[in-house]
Nanobody, 118 residues
């Protein structure tokens, strides 16, 4: 049973910063691409990172958000700076994980709410 658990969401003022974390647990042989998506109201990609560390960002967050990962502890992070009210959303962690067998399955966390408001 593989789980992704996010943490770090909350209320922040415009211009502030937050750091989201997502830890994968369970029977894990290998983790491929990891990423963050957000929903408000539609779900959109925020950032992704490969196992080798190659990153991709939505245009709306480039220069403000940084995605990183720690392969040793199966964790992905999202450092969010210069937050804007339009960044308000539920943020979801996503990962391709090979548990048992040879196939990478796609997993989602339950989400963490980020609210940017004065």
């Amino acid at each position: 049973q593989v789980q992704l658990v996010e943490s770090g969401g909350g209320l922040v003022q415009p211009g502030g910063s937050l750091r989201l974390s997502c830890a994968a647990s369970g029977i894990i042989n290998s983790i491929g691409d990891m990423g963050w998506y957000r929903q408000a109201p539609g779900r959109e990609l925020v950032a992704t990172i490969t196992r080798a560390g190659n990153t991709r960002y939505a245009d709306s967050v480039k220069g403000r958000f940084t995605i990183s990962r720690n392969n040793a502890n199966n964790t992905v992070y999202l450092q969010m700076n210069t937050l804007k009210p339009e960044d308000t959303a539920v943020y979801y962690c996503n990962a391709y994980i090979r548990s048992t067998g040879y196939v990478y399955d796609n997993y989602w966390g339950k989400g963490t709410l980020v609210t940017v408001s004065s």
